[in-house]
């Protein structure tokens, strides 16, 4: 069994909104067909992990390398040439989610009190998830490109079975 590392909260927290979400919708569905009512405030809560979820699982692929990707013009090239455009692509992700956090604070900033319809909570307990995870993807690009110019870049695999330590 892997130990828990800090670095992974956000692969914790997502699992977590999933499996919470799981729940809620068999529960809600159960009580919607069977029993002939149901929990109103559910659906809300229920988009808004789906929200989290989604989000912090992007940032846990973009950290472990695991999204979808056409690289076959890529394997074309010479491997210092790889090298280099594989720094270059982290820096344009780089610039990207950093334009995308700001937007997303922009938002945040900008829904001010609002709440959300049933439960009444902020509208920010939604849009912070942009913002969130956006923000942990330009970091770990920064943290990428950091490692990769000083050749210290391993890719790591979230399935392997080796422990560390």
Known sequence: ??????????????????????LLIIVNVT???VFKTGMVWAEELILILFAWA???????????????????????FP?????FLDIVTDIAITILTCYITYLAVTLCINAGTKKTLVMQLPINVVN?????AFALICL????RIVEKLKGTYVPVD?????EEE
């Open 54 to 76: 989604t989000y912090l699982g992007i940032v846990v692929s973009q950290r472990y390398n695991r999204h979808i990707k056409i690289d076959f013009i890529f394997k074309m």
């Open 158 to 162: 979230p399935l392997s079975t080796d």
């Open 128 to 132: 912070s998830c942009l913002a969130v």
């Open 79 to 83: 491997k210092p040439v790889q090298k």
């Open 1 to 22: 069994m892997k130990k828990f590392k800090l670095s992974d909260l956000d692969l914790y927290v997502g699992a977590a909104c999933f499996v919470v979400l799981v």
């Open 140 to 143: 770990g690009s920064v943290v």
């Open 31 to 33: 009580l919607r067909y």
